[in-house]
């Protein structure tokens, strides 16, 4: 699936404003860093299979993804939308079919982000958002290097990525 920037950044302007995200993050901001981290704003949005969370995979075992791997085989392990996101960290779960639907993967992010980075994790800055979506925390002793990369970009994103009309 392949989106156009224009497109991503709709959705961003669309569903960015629901974020509950900390004081001094812009919701908007944050939505379309992450598409460039995620998938290069929309360019390569199509669903990228996550070999962890597949049969044998370290993930494969978790009840949740058992289910959606016996309901969509391998489309189970993949993540969908410009954000990337986990099917599994869809609740309740959408099909691989509705995760297609640009409007139904913002929504999704968002529900995500404010239910299981906001809420549970409580990071306080951009670095430690982008920390949490990428590697599920961000309280470190020591960020691993691949962590710390896509925080960078992240912020490399959110300061200087404009955003088309």
Known sequence: MIYSREETARA???WGLMLSVPQGVDGVKLLWALSGCESSFGADASPRHEPAYDVGGAYAKNPEQAALLQLYGSAGACSY???QIMLVNVHPAASPAEMANLNRAAMETVSFLNREIFEREEPQTLE???EAYNSGKWKWQTVPAGVARYAADCRKYYDS????E
């Open 81 to 83: 939308g410009p954000w």
């Open 12 to 14: 961003c302007r669309a």
């Open 161 to 164: 990525e404009p955003m088309p």
């Open 128 to 130: 430690e958002i982008a």
